[in-house]
């Protein structure tokens, strides 16, 4: 989250720094909402608004956005009163010119928005359990796991830094090896103009209604409040490893079932959220600018830490309210053991408010209540062994955005998985006598299972790329039964041929299952 954003981003970036090189360095432009403005007319009583208006949105009740020129110094003063005045998120949003954030600060732009999609807005009817069921149970907290060490083994993921850069490669890299098979899947990086980092952007692109797009998103860079040099330790486990890995996850199972959406859905790992939502910003104002239909938006930002005593809290400013019950009923539906939670964390605290500012609907659901989240976060304990070494709360979130993306983007009937294929085979064996099935032409992104029952010493193998022997196989099962069973997992289309050996006499069922091409 952007908690605890400008003194991180002034430790790094100008450690060292003289006094008199921080009073020339360039002045930048920020947006700010009440009760940080007046934090920071305490801290900086010469800075002053160089422009008020009533928020853009309706949830933030009577709050008033101010748009100021702040220097490093003074960014850092606004921080830490924050912090320690409000005991909440510090939220901002960086804005490229006076102009751009005028703009910005204008309701006018997201009233207009809200009329134009008014017609498109979902129904919110929740009618694909016999899809969403069967996926959800095959959600690992394990899974979830793997990627948060794999993510915060970079030194950090600044958005200027080479790590930064790599991390953002590295997400393309994993997504793309995942979608390997699926031609409706691209995995493209989003590039901005002001900063190496990437946003990685993967779309699933839906069968019916590819012009209605739902968005999972959550951020890929991480910060330290001590520096922000290439070796300074940002591991960013919980934040955001945890949200990228929980929406890692949902594309791990919608894959591996072979759901395929009407709607397209698209998955975004923003680059720079921590410094004033620029990544989110760039796309936001992407899909606005070229009339993409976003009908649904939800961040993941912070997912594996319960500091609360509910499990999800969904927060209610700068958020969608008809979405957000949507998303509460989602997790009545599928989730019904969990406890949601509600709260607010001001103006601009993660990457949602990014499309709300665009006028598009969105929600944020998050691990704990405003201010009893991970306290490690920005700095070098953001670890995963410091929640647990464990992803259990995380693998909440990864189901509830599941059902959201699911329901979302069936809009109605959907697509469902296609059903696995079986077909059984009996017969009998003698002492070194062989039998040999298949070809079985089985579907990317699928398994073929082979299982073996009976008297006797029957074993088993099965083998890919041209017909098994008891010499070539990719898998075998040979124990002193006839209870024996194989199974092969496939990225693309692919054969499965299976032979049975007589390793004593003998009688079998043989079962076979898999998704046919």
């Not at 991180?8 to 720094?17: K, M, S, T, W």
């Not at 394990?142 to 030194?155: E, H, K, L, R, W």
């Not at 490893?241 to 199972?253: D, F, K, N, W």
């Not at 103006?347 to 944020?364: E, F, I, L, N, Q």
């Amino acid at each position: 989250m952007t908690t605890r954003i400008i003194a991180v981003l002034i430790a790094g970036l100008f450690a060292g720094a003289s006094a008199s090189a921080l009073a020339q360095s360039d002045k930048i432009w920020i947006s700010v909402g009440d009760a940080a403005y007046a934090q920071l007319q305490k801290v900086a009583p010469q800075v002053q608004a160089r422009e008020s208006r009533a928020s853009f949105a309706a949830s933030a009740g009577q709050e008033k956005l101010h748009l100021v020129e702040v220097d490093e110094q003074q960014m850092l003063a606004l921080s830490a009163a924050v912090h320690r005045k409000l005991r909440r998120c510090g939220g901002f949003m960086f804005h490229a010119s006076e102009a751009a954030g005028i703009a910005a600060l204008s309701p006018a732009k997201d009233q207009a928005r809200t009329a134009q999609l008014a017609a498109a807005r979902p129904s919110y009817v929740i009618d694909q359990q016999s899809v969403v069921n069967p996926m959800l149970t095959q959600m690992q907290a394990s899974n979830i796991g793997q990627t948060i060490v794999d993510m915060s083994s970079y030194a950090n993921r600044y958005y200027t830094t080479n790590n930064g850069v790599n991390a953002s490669n590295w997400l393309k890299q994993r997504w793309s090896t995942m979608a390997a098979g699926r031609s409706d899947i691209a995995v493209t990086q989003f590039t901005h103009s002001a900063y190496p980092q990437k946003s990685v952007i993967l779309t699933i692109t839906g069968s019916d209604n590819p012009n209605e797009v739902v968005v999972l998103g959550g951020h890929l860079d991480s910060i330290n409040q001590s520096g922000t040099s290439e070796t300074t330790r940002a591991p960013g486990a919980d934040d955001d490893a945890s949200g990228i890995a929980s929406m890692t996850e949902v594309l791990r199972v919608m894959i591996a079932s072979g759901y395929k959406p009407r709607r397209t859905i698209k998955m975004i790992g923003y680059a720079a959220e921590e410094v004033g939502l620029r990544g989110s910003q760039d796309i936001a104002q992407n899909h606005k600018a070229n009339n993409v239909n976003v009908v649904g938006v939800m961040q993941l930002d912070m997912t594996n830490y319960k500091g609360s005593v509910n499990d999800i809290y969904l927060y209610t400013d700068y958020t969608d309210s008809a979405q957000n019950s949507f998303v509460g009923n989602l997790i009545t539906t599928y989730l019904p053991t969990l406890k949601i939670g509600y709260d607010q964390c001001g103006y601009a605290c993660s990457d949602h408010a990014s499309w709300t500012s665009a006028g598009y609907w969105s929600s944020m659901p998050f691990e704990a209540a405003m201010g009893e989240d991970d306290p490690y976060i920005h700095t070098a304990n953001d670890t995963y062994a410091n929640t647990g070494s464990q992803a259990e709360h995380a693998l909440k979130f990864a189901r509830m955005a599941l059902a959201y993306a699911v329901e979302l983007g069936s809009d109605g009937a959907g697509v469902t998985p296609p059903a696995d294929r079986t077909e059984t085979y009996t017969g009998t064996l003698s002492r070194g006598q062989t039998r040999a099935y298949g070809p079985y032409a089985v579907a990317a992104n699928g398994s073929f299972r082979a299982t073996l029952s009976g008297s006797g010493d029957t074993d088993l193998y099965v083998r890919k790329a041209g017909a098994a022997s008891t010499t070539s196989y990719d898998c075998k099962s040979d124990g002193p039964t006839s209870t024996e069973s194989c199974t092969l997992s496939y990225a693309a289309n692919g054969n499965a041929y299976v032979l049975l050996n007589g390793y004593a006499a003998s009688s079998y069922t043989l079962t076979v299952t898999y998704p046919p091409q």
